[in-house]
């Protein structure tokens, strides 16, 4: 598979370097902004060096609270987030491996009907059903509140389908073999599928952490309260029409302090992601 | 320990297949009864029955003396040792062989014993700490064994527990499992397409076909007198030689005029090769018929090898066993002679075996 001609190595390094240079300097460039005083970076051009106000910016972002959106502070923002794309992650991971579980290991009455269901809601996210989940979620009382952030999207027929796929590829053999071992199916649920499937947890938690991250209609709809803000919708608040009302330091702070823990995640996972895609524990 | 009693048991599967059509078998305390039958006629489903993991349609079957047909499969007090060994690939082995005693909350010193125990017994203790994915087949078949042994079972289940496992490993095995069962003396019920393998192991053998039982018996009592022609054909390799009697037969045959007149038209006379020899100077005896063959091949299997050969209009193919090796050209004619006390005569319509003296 991997070519090995004396050309093709330069090449590729070449490519590869031309790539990441395509996709790192906005977010340098970004980064040398957060840097800079305001009156700097409204006055073009902005210097490619990062400037002298990194603990001033970030200082102020993380603790001082921002005008624009209430006086909250980036700390504040970043809690909201977490909170959110970590309860929409293993939300989604414990429903959809719990309803997989059902679906491949036990015959029940209607179950291809179910799986069906489960299958049609693909075609229903929540941009789809937004007026009526939005509604439910104002008679329930979740709107500002973490609550309302994270239920409406931890439904996931994806990973329900993904988590399905892998444990039909486990052997009958060895769920005859729990069964004989007098393992329930409980028991069979927590010692031996959970621990085969930890590779494709992992792979399957940054994705969607990462999606929880990044959502944006749903939290805009669902929170009113700044202190309820996730981060993305706080960045939107932040800029206005006029430049002159836009704090532009501190909206180039939020835009790297919100890039930073979806790339931690990515990084500190990365191992197993890749090995959740590429391989199983068989 | 318990004996194991199938009574009238049927299989019918979802689809309709019935793959089971009403067994009856009594596998006595501490004996090694091995199934054997082609792919396909039922045998893992009888086994799975057994075991529980598969329904009884209809019929019953006890283990010690208790009916089973309710049961789940770990109150059945059985242990199964399946052909990919279904051992759990992120456990430890020690973990593996423990599993199972865990569950059914066994004292964890008694635990400990018994997983020492069966490690030393089956010589995997330096394997306890690896997993079996660094384990090569024959260790993971051990490790498998293992795993049945610590629970101390009333019955050994095993389904096609070698076919993984390459020519000479499986034969290591197949001895182990024999001393193993011998010296545990615990009931054991296998399943197995290789009938060289089910003669054996097998204490009582049972063939099977299209999920019925064609004899059951001693390994030799089945090889020395097959009850059907299917029997007669699968024990035994190369096959029993079959020749079924047409009117002009016995007119092609050489020799005892006797043995030539019992032949009657509408049976099968069945020769095993080895109840054969080629026929030289010394001519045909007293007792003897003697067929005309030409030979089609010479296969040398070591200390003996078989020469093929067809014989006459109807072209009925013939395994003569000869000691050494003697080389035939490809058309050959030869003349090859078996006892009349060697024969073995069926019915070529039901197939049964046809016990009227010569
Ligand atoms: N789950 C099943 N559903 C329907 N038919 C089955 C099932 N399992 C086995 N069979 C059929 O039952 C017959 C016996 O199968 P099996 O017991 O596995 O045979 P063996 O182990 O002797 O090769 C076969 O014809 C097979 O196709
Ligand atoms: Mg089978």
């Known amino acids: 598979m991997i070519e090995r001609s004396p050309l093709g190595r330069p090449l590729a390094h070449l490519l590869l370097i031309v790539g990441i240079l395509i996709v790192a300097f906005p977010i340098y460039y970004t980064f040398t902004a957060s840097t800079q005083t305001i009156q700097t970076i409204l006055r073009p051009p902005l210097p490619l060096t990062p400037g002298s106000e990194f603990a001033n910016n970030y200082g102020e972002a993380l603790f001082g609270g921002i005008g624009r959106i209430g006086g909250v502070g980036v700390g504040t923002l970043l809690f909201n987030t977490t909170v959110m794309a970590l ?30 269901l489960i299958f049609i809601t693909l075609m229903l996210p929540v941009e789809v059903r937004i007026l ?51 393992a329930g199916p409980m028991r069979f649920f927590r010692d031996i599928l959970l621990p085969l499937s930890k590779t494709n947890i992992a792979a399957l938690f940054v994705i969607l952490f990462i999606y929880g991250w990044t959502q944006y209609l749903w939290p805009l ?6 202190q309820m803000n996730t981060i993305v919708i706080a960045l939107k608040k932040m800029v206005s029409f006029a430049d002159a009302d836009t704090p532009w330091h501190l909206v180039m702070v939020t835009a790297i302090l919100a890039i930073v823990p979806p790339v931690l995640v990515v990084v500190l996972m990365q191992r197993w992601f890749v090995r959740g895609l590429v391989e199983t524990e068989k | 320990m318990a004996g194991i009693e199938l009574k009238d048991v049927r299989k019918v599967y979802a689809g309709g297949v019935e793959a089971v059509k009403g067994v009856s078998l009594d596998v006595q305390d501490g004996h090694f009864v091995v199934l054997v039958g082609p792919s396909g006629c039922g045998k893992s489903t009888l086994l799975r029955m057994v075991a529980g993991l598969e329904s009884i349609t209809s019929g019953t079957i006890a283990i010690g003396g208790r009916t089973v047909n309710e049961l789940e499969p770990a109150e059945r007090d059985i242990a199964m040792v399946f052909q990919n060994y279904a051992l759990y690939p992120h456990m430890t082995v020690r973990r593996n062989l423990e599993y199972g005693l865990r569950n059914r909350r066994i004292p964890s010193d008694e635990i400990t014993r018994r997983v020492n125990e069966a490690a030393a017994i089956l010589e995997i203790a330096p394997l306890l700490d690896r997993k079996p994915g660094q384990l090569s087949g024959g260790q993971r078949q051990r ?104 009117p002009e037969t016995a007119s092609q045959l050489a020799g005892s005029s006797a043995v030539r007149d019992s032949l009657s038209v509408g049976t099968t006379i069945g020769i095993r090769p080895e109840h054969m020899r080629l026929v030289g100077d010394e001519g045909i005896q007293d007792d003897e018929i003697a067929a005309d063959l030409v030979v089609t091949g010479v296969e040398l299997v070591g200390a003996e090898s078989y020469v093929y050969g067809v014989f006459g209009a109807q072209k009925a193919e013939i395994a003569v066993r000869v000691p050494g090796y003697r080389h035939f050209d490809g058309g050959t004619p030869i003349r090859a002679a078996a006892g009349a006390t060697s024969l073995h005569r069926f019915d070529s319509k039901t197939g049964l075996r046809l016990d009227s003296p010569v």
């Not at chain 1, 952030?149 to 444990?167: C, E, V, W």
């Not at chain 2, 490790?143 to 610590?150: K, L, N």
């Open chain 1, 87 to 116: 309860g929409v992650a293993c939300g989604k991971i414990a429903i959809s491996i719990l309803s997989a579980f059902a679906i491949v290991f036990f015959r029940f009455p209607l179950r291809m009907v179910f799986f069906w």
């Open chain 1, 221 to 226: 709809l669902v929170t009113n309260n700044n």
């Open chain 2, 143 to 246: 490790v498998a064994m293992g795993r049945a042994i610590v629970r101390e079972p009333a019955a050994f289940l095993f389904d096609e527990p070698l076919s993984n496992l390459d020519a000479k490993l499986r034969v290591q095995m197949r001895a182990e499992i024999r001393s193993l069962q011998r010296r545990l003396g615990t009931t054991s019920l296998y399943v197995t397409h290789d009938q060289l393998e089910a003669m054996t192991l097998a204490d009582q053998l049972v063939v099977l076909s299209a999920g019925h039982i064609e004899q059951a018996g001693s390994p030799m009592e089945i090889y020395e007198r097959p009850a059907t022609l299917f029997v007669a054909t699968f024990i035994g390799s190369p096959a029993m030689n079959l020749l079924p009697i047409e």
């Open chain 1, 132 to 182: 009526p989940t939005y509604k439910v979620m104002v008679d329930l009382g979740l709107i500002d509140t973490y609550a309302g952030l994270i239920l409406p999207l931890i439904a996931s027929a994806t990973a329900t389908l993904l988590f399905r796929q892998f444990f039909m590829t486990i052997p009958g053999e060895l769920v005859e073999a729990a069964r004989i071992d007098a």
